[in-house]
């Protein structure tokens, strides 16, 4: 008789444990620090409201679930771009991964978010008035770059790692940190779950005028199943995932008990002969997204759309991804 497998069950109380405990030790620390870390990469799983976490199977894996890695093929690179609010923030995504042997996968990502020609006319009041002349440009932006790793721990089950260094660039003041996350996939048939544990070591952003702000761990839970249509050549991906968090969010999340609060996102794929792909969801903050994917030969062209109030503007994402062989 095979013995029960006992690492999700761990994984999973490990995380429900820090999620608990990160409310009493996060006190000190303002909440909300790690916000920008979360506006979603790649156009794919954007466009499904990001409720992306069991299903994610390519070099975006890195951001979504690093166990899923395990199910990039060859040496994949993508490049993700977007503008938001306006076009006021820039917003871009490069990662690559490839196997590294038949049961792992190596990742590496950097992700950043800027800010540019900020104008500055703190030194440009002459008589009282703004001299247009000595008005400073700037820029701003947030700059993270992640390396993963992923095994395969048997048949139906993947595990990833990986580390965040954080570099944050305000004109007058920057900030470093760490931080850590870790996931799990588990397959079964054409159903799929998804475990992340993000910040899991709670990560603190530590700024050159001696502020701390801190990450507190979150867990994301998701579900992905997959039926086909053989005479149409489709294949149907409905995904749902729910994001735990223990910072206090009683009016800005969806749920919440106490201090637990948690929100909701789902999400759809149809794709046809593996060629096209339409893709819909519903995000964390109820906004629509949608988008399409058109896979040639060794490369794949996807946008996705994100709807915003109208003072805002609507964002938009184009990604790029390539193919190639393996290089281990």
Same mark, same amino acid.
Request: aromatic share 14%; charged share 15%.
């Given at each position: 008789?095979?013995?029960?497998?006992?690492?999700?069950?761990?994984?999973?109380?490990?995380?429900?444990?820090?999620?608990?405990?990160?409310?009493?030790?996060?006190?000190?620390?303002?909440?909300? %620090?790690?916000?920008?870390?979360?506006?979603?990469?790649?156009?794919?799983?954007?466009?499904?409201?990001?409720?992306?976490? %069991?299903? %994610?199977?390519?070099?975006?894996?890195?951001?979504?679930?690093?166990?899923?890695?395990?199910?990039?093929?060859?040496?994949?690179?993508?490049?993700?771009?977007?503008?938001?609010?306006?076009?006021?923030?820039?917003?871009?995504?490069?990662?690559?991964?490839?196997?590294?042997?038949?049961?792992?996968?190596?990742? %590496?990502?950097?992700?950043?978010?800027?800010?540019?020609?900020?104008?500055?006319?703190?030194?440009?009041?002459?008589?009282?008035?703004?001299?247009?002349?000595?008005?400073?440009?700037?820029?701003?932006?947030?700059?993270?770059?992640?390396?993963?790793?992923?095994?395969?721990?048997?048949?139906?089950?993947?595990?990833?790692?990986?580390?965040?260094?954080?570099?944050?660039?305000? +004109?007058?003041?920057?900030?470093?940190?760490? @931080?850590?996350?870790? @996931?799990?996939?588990?397959?079964?048939?054409?159903?799929?779950?998804?475990?992340?544990?993000?910040?899991?070591?709670?990560?603190?952003?530590?700024?050159?005028?001696? +502020?701390?702000?801190?990450?507190?761990?979150?867990?994301?839970?998701?579900?992905?199943?997959?039926?086909?249509?053989?005479?149409?050549?489709?294949?149907?991906?409905?995904?749902?995932?729910?994001?735990?968090?223990?910072?206090?969010? +009683?009016?800005?999340?969806?749920?919440?008990?106490?201090?637990?609060?948690?929100?909701?996102?789902?999400?759809?794929?149809?794709?046809?002969?593996?060629?096209?792909?339409?893709?819909?969801?519903?995000?964390?903050?109820?906004?629509?997204?949608?988008?399409?994917?058109?896979?040639?030969?060794?490369?794949?062209?996807?946008?996705?759309?994100? +709807?915003?109030?109208?003072?805002?503007?609507?964002?938009?994402?184009?990604?790029?991804?390539?193919?190639?062989?393996?290089?281990?």
């Amino acid at each position: 008789m095979k013995e029960p497998d006992f690492m999700p069950k761990k994984m999973i109380f490990l995380a429900l444990l820090l999620l608990f405990c990160s409310n009493s030790w996060a006190s000190s620390f303002k909440k909300y %620090a790690g916000e920008f870390l979360y506006l979603g990469a790649g156009s794919r799983g954007t466009a499904m409201g990001g409720a992306f976490s %069991a299903l %994610a199977n390519d070099v975006s894996a890195i951001y979504w679930n690093p166990a899923g890695l395990m199910e990039a093929n060859g040496l994949q690179l993508q490049f993700m771009h977007s503008k938001q609010f306006i076009s006021s923030i820039q917003n871009s995504f490069l990662s690559a991964s490839t196997p590294l042997t038949e049961n792992s996968a190596i990742a %590496a990502s950097l992700y950043y978010l800027t800010v540019n020609d900020i104008k500055d006319s703190r030194n440009a009041l002459v008589n009282n008035r703004v001299d247009p002349a000595l008005v400073k440009l700037f820029n701003t932006g947030d700059y993270i770059f992640t390396l993963a790793y992923a095994e395969k721990y048997n048949q139906d089950l993947d595990w990833g790692v990986n580390v965040k260094f954080i570099y944050r660039d305000f +004109e007058l003041e920057s900030a470093t940190g760490i @931080g850590f996350d870790a @996931g799990l996939k588990y397959t079964m048939n054409n159903l799929r779950f998804g475990l992340v544990l993000r910040d899991f070591t709670s990560t603190l952003i530590a700024w050159s005028t001696n +502020e701390k702000q801190f990450i507190t761990p979150s867990m994301r839970l998701g579900s992905a199943f997959s039926f086909f249509i053989p005479a149409a050549d489709l294949a149907i991906t409905p995904t749902i995932d729910v994001n735990l968090l223990a910072e206090n969010r +009683e009016y800005s999340s969806q749920f919440s008990i106490g201090p637990l609060s948690a929100d909701l996102m789902a999400g759809m794929e149809i794709s046809y002969d593996e060629m096209l792909a339409l893709r819909l969801g519903i995000d964390d903050i109820q906004r629509f997204n949608a988008g399409i994917g058109i896979s040639l030969p060794r490369v794949t062209l996807d946008y996705a759309f994100t +709807e915003y109030g109208n003072e805002l503007g609507n964002i938009h994402r184009i990604s790029l991804h390539i193919f190639f062989n393996n290089i281990f």
